[in-house]
Protein backbone atom coordinates (compact mmCIF):
# COMPACT_ATOMS: atom_id res chain seq x y z
CA UNK A 1 0.00 0.00 0.00
CA UNK A 2 1.38 3.63 -0.66
CA UNK A 3 2.31 5.69 1.98
CA UNK A 4 -0.23 8.57 0.13
CA UNK A 5 -3.18 8.05 -2.17
CA UNK A 6 -4.75 10.26 -4.25
CA UNK A 7 -7.46 9.05 -6.97
CA UNK A 8 -5.52 9.21 -10.51
CA UNK A 9 -8.90 11.23 -11.92
CA UNK A 10 -8.35 12.48 -14.31
CA UNK A 11 -11.26 14.96 -13.57
CA UNK A 12 -12.70 16.51 -16.21
CA UNK A 13 -14.90 19.74 -14.81
CA UNK A 14 -16.88 22.58 -17.49
CA UNK A 15 -15.79 26.18 -15.65
CA UNK A 16 -17.12 27.27 -12.37
CA UNK A 17 -17.88 23.73 -10.70
CA UNK A 18 -16.83 22.99 -7.69
CA UNK A 19 -13.65 20.06 -7.48
CA UNK A 20 -12.99 18.29 -4.58
CA UNK A 21 -9.90 15.79 -4.01
CA UNK A 22 -8.89 13.28 -1.48
CA UNK A 23 -5.76 12.37 -0.27
CA UNK A 24 -5.32 9.39 2.58
CA UNK A 25 -1.95 8.83 4.31
CA UNK A 26 -1.22 5.40 6.18
CA UNK A 27 1.61 6.91 8.55
CA UNK A 28 0.29 8.15 11.44
CA UNK A 29 2.96 9.71 12.77
CA UNK A 30 2.81 12.16 9.12
CA UNK A 31 3.30 15.54 10.70
CA UNK A 32 3.01 18.23 7.93
CA UNK A 33 0.48 17.61 5.35
CA UNK A 34 0.54 20.14 1.89
CA UNK A 35 -1.10 20.34 -1.53
CA UNK A 36 1.27 21.41 -4.21
CA UNK A 37 0.12 21.88 -8.27
CA UNK A 38 1.75 20.65 -10.45
CA UNK A 39 1.48 21.88 -14.85
CA UNK A 40 2.52 19.31 -17.21
CA UNK A 41 6.20 18.96 -17.70
CA UNK A 42 6.87 21.64 -15.42
CA UNK A 43 8.21 21.84 -11.02
CA UNK A 44 5.72 21.38 -8.37
CA UNK A 45 4.62 24.07 -6.47
CA UNK A 46 2.90 24.34 -3.15
CA UNK A 47 -0.46 25.76 -3.26
CA UNK A 48 -0.98 25.30 0.43
CA UNK A 49 -0.48 23.87 3.63
CA UNK A 50 -2.65 21.94 5.60
CA UNK A 51 -3.91 22.68 9.18
CA UNK A 52 -5.91 20.62 11.31
CA UNK A 53 -8.71 23.38 11.85
CA UNK A 54 -8.97 23.78 7.76
CA UNK A 55 -7.62 26.59 6.24
CA UNK A 56 -8.87 28.65 3.39
CA UNK A 57 -7.21 30.71 0.25
CA UNK A 58 -9.49 32.64 -2.22
CA UNK A 59 -10.81 29.69 -3.57
CA UNK A 60 -9.47 26.80 -2.14
CA UNK A 61 -10.11 24.90 0.73
CA UNK A 62 -8.08 22.09 2.37
CA UNK A 63 -8.75 20.22 5.16
CA UNK A 64 -7.32 17.72 7.25
CA UNK A 65 -8.98 14.64 9.39
CA UNK A 66 -5.99 12.94 11.66
CA UNK A 67 -8.14 10.66 12.94
CA UNK A 68 -9.16 9.14 9.42
CA UNK A 69 -5.83 9.76 8.07
CA UNK A 70 -7.55 11.88 4.93
CA UNK A 71 -6.91 15.27 3.35
CA UNK A 72 -8.97 17.35 0.92
CA UNK A 73 -8.63 20.07 -0.92
CA UNK A 74 -11.86 21.89 -2.40
CA UNK A 75 -11.68 24.30 -5.64
CA UNK A 76 -14.75 26.61 -5.78
CA UNK A 77 -15.58 28.41 -9.04
CA UNK A 78 -13.01 26.19 -11.12
CA UNK A 79 -11.04 28.71 -13.82
CA UNK A 80 -9.41 27.54 -17.53
CA UNK A 81 -5.74 28.10 -15.23
CA UNK A 82 -6.70 25.19 -12.40
CA UNK A 83 -5.98 22.72 -14.76
CA UNK A 84 -2.74 20.81 -13.65
CA UNK A 85 -1.96 17.98 -11.48
CA UNK A 86 -2.60 18.08 -8.07
CA UNK A 87 -0.34 16.40 -5.65
CA UNK A 88 -1.48 15.44 -2.46
CA UNK A 89 2.14 15.36 -0.14
CA UNK A 90 3.00 14.60 3.48
CA UNK A 91 5.91 14.88 5.67
CA UNK A 92 6.76 11.84 8.49
CA UNK A 93 7.49 13.53 12.21
CA UNK A 94 11.12 13.64 12.43
CA UNK A 95 11.97 13.97 8.78
CA UNK A 96 14.19 16.54 7.61
CA UNK A 97 12.32 19.47 6.18
CA UNK A 98 12.62 18.34 2.11
CA UNK A 99 12.03 14.66 2.94
CA UNK A 100 8.61 14.69 1.80
CA UNK A 101 6.24 11.61 0.27
CA UNK A 102 4.19 12.53 -2.70
CA UNK A 103 0.87 10.89 -3.83
CA UNK A 104 0.76 10.22 -7.13
CA UNK A 105 -1.51 13.13 -8.06
CA UNK A 106 -4.72 14.09 -9.43
CA UNK A 107 -5.17 15.58 -12.49
CA UNK A 108 -7.86 18.28 -13.38
CA UNK A 109 -8.62 19.08 -16.48
CA UNK A 110 -11.50 22.33 -16.41
CA UNK A 111 -13.16 22.75 -19.70
CA UNK A 112 -14.87 25.78 -20.93
CA UNK B 1 16.00 36.93 -8.73
CA UNK B 2 16.81 33.39 -10.50
CA UNK B 3 15.07 30.54 -9.43
CA UNK B 4 16.75 26.93 -9.07
CA UNK B 5 17.90 26.48 -12.06
CA UNK B 6 18.88 22.32 -13.60
CA UNK B 7 21.61 21.56 -16.17
CA UNK B 8 20.95 19.44 -18.43
CA UNK B 9 17.15 19.98 -18.78
CA UNK B 10 16.82 17.00 -21.27
CA UNK B 11 19.21 13.72 -21.59
CA UNK B 12 19.05 10.64 -23.45
CA UNK B 13 22.25 8.55 -22.70
CA UNK B 14 23.00 4.49 -23.22
CA UNK B 15 22.43 2.13 -20.66
CA UNK B 16 25.86 1.81 -18.86
CA UNK B 17 27.08 5.55 -19.22
CA UNK B 18 27.41 8.03 -16.97
CA UNK B 19 25.31 11.07 -16.39
CA UNK B 20 25.91 14.13 -14.40
CA UNK B 21 23.10 16.25 -13.16
CA UNK B 22 23.81 19.86 -12.28
CA UNK B 23 21.75 21.85 -9.64
CA UNK B 24 22.26 25.67 -8.69
CA UNK B 25 19.87 26.17 -5.94
CA UNK B 26 18.33 29.74 -5.05
CA UNK B 27 21.06 32.00 -3.92
CA UNK B 28 21.67 32.08 -0.10
CA UNK B 29 19.65 29.20 0.25
CA UNK B 30 21.33 26.80 2.66
CA UNK B 31 18.98 23.51 1.87
CA UNK B 32 19.17 21.76 -1.36
CA UNK B 33 17.62 18.69 -1.86
CA UNK B 34 16.74 16.21 -5.17
CA UNK B 35 14.01 14.07 -5.71
CA UNK B 36 13.24 11.89 -8.65
CA UNK B 37 9.45 10.64 -10.93
CA UNK B 38 10.08 8.01 -12.70
CA UNK B 39 7.43 6.73 -15.28
CA UNK B 40 4.02 5.88 -13.68
CA UNK B 41 5.34 6.54 -10.60
CA UNK B 42 4.87 9.07 -7.78
CA UNK B 43 7.75 12.12 -6.73
CA UNK B 44 10.33 10.97 -3.96
CA UNK B 45 12.50 12.17 -1.94
CA UNK B 46 16.64 10.93 -2.75
CA UNK B 47 18.54 13.37 -0.24
CA UNK B 48 18.95 16.67 1.37
CA UNK B 49 21.96 18.89 1.68
CA UNK B 50 22.43 21.21 4.42
CA UNK B 51 25.36 23.64 2.82
CA UNK B 52 27.50 21.38 1.78
CA UNK B 53 26.63 18.73 4.37
CA UNK B 54 24.63 15.60 3.71
CA UNK B 55 21.87 16.00 6.35
CA UNK B 56 19.28 13.36 5.04
CA UNK B 57 19.98 10.38 2.26
CA UNK B 58 17.64 8.10 2.83
CA UNK B 59 16.03 8.00 -0.32
CA UNK B 60 19.25 7.39 -2.68
CA UNK B 61 18.25 4.09 -4.16
CA UNK B 62 21.72 2.45 -4.51
CA UNK B 63 25.52 3.28 -4.80
CA UNK B 64 25.19 3.93 -8.72
CA UNK B 65 23.83 7.54 -7.55
CA UNK B 66 26.33 10.32 -5.75
CA UNK B 67 25.27 13.75 -4.68
CA UNK B 68 28.07 16.46 -4.18
CA UNK B 69 27.69 20.03 -3.26
CA UNK B 70 31.29 20.87 -2.58
CA UNK B 71 31.41 24.44 -0.93
CA UNK B 72 27.78 24.31 -0.56
CA UNK B 73 26.72 26.19 -3.57
CA UNK B 74 26.05 24.17 -6.69
CA UNK B 75 24.87 20.64 -6.24
CA UNK B 76 25.56 17.62 -8.82
CA UNK B 77 24.06 14.10 -8.92
CA UNK B 78 25.93 11.33 -10.94
CA UNK B 79 24.28 8.46 -12.11
CA UNK B 80 26.78 5.90 -12.85
CA UNK B 81 26.41 3.38 -14.90
CA UNK B 82 22.74 4.44 -15.57
CA UNK B 83 20.38 1.71 -16.46
CA UNK B 84 17.23 1.43 -17.80
CA UNK B 85 15.01 2.09 -14.81
CA UNK B 86 16.85 5.18 -13.97
CA UNK B 87 14.70 6.53 -17.03
CA UNK B 88 12.75 10.11 -14.98
CA UNK B 89 12.93 13.25 -14.24
CA UNK B 90 14.75 14.42 -11.67
CA UNK B 91 14.10 17.21 -9.65
CA UNK B 92 16.44 19.87 -7.54
CA UNK B 93 14.73 22.29 -5.23
CA UNK B 94 16.25 24.02 -2.37
CA UNK B 95 14.84 26.94 0.92
CA UNK B 96 16.21 29.04 3.18
CA UNK B 97 17.05 27.76 7.18
CA UNK B 98 14.10 28.64 8.99
CA UNK B 99 12.77 29.21 5.69
CA UNK B 100 9.14 27.20 7.12
CA UNK B 101 7.45 24.84 4.93
CA UNK B 102 8.00 26.46 1.17
CA UNK B 103 10.59 24.39 -0.89
CA UNK B 104 11.39 26.01 -4.47
CA UNK B 105 11.66 23.44 -7.24
CA UNK B 106 13.41 23.56 -10.09
CA UNK B 107 11.83 22.28 -13.77
CA UNK B 108 13.60 19.38 -13.70
CA UNK B 109 16.07 16.96 -15.91
CA UNK B 110 14.68 14.62 -17.52
CA UNK B 111 17.13 11.49 -18.45
CA UNK B 112 16.12 9.30 -20.83
CA UNK B 113 18.45 5.77 -20.68
CA UNK B 114 18.32 3.37 -24.29
Known amino acids: RKEVEQDPGPFNVPEGATVAFNCTYS??????FFWYRQDCRKEPKLLMSVYSSGNEDGRFTAQLNRASQYISLLIRDSKLSDSATYLCVVKRYGGSQGNLIFGKGTKLSVKP | EAGVTQFPSHSVIEKGQTVTLRCDPI?????LYWYRRVMGKEIKFLLHFVKESKQDESGMPNNRFLAERTGGTYSTLKVQPAELEDSGVYFCASSPQGGGNTIYFGEGSWLTVV
Open chain 1, 27 to 32: NSASQS
Open chain 2, 27 to 31: SGHDN
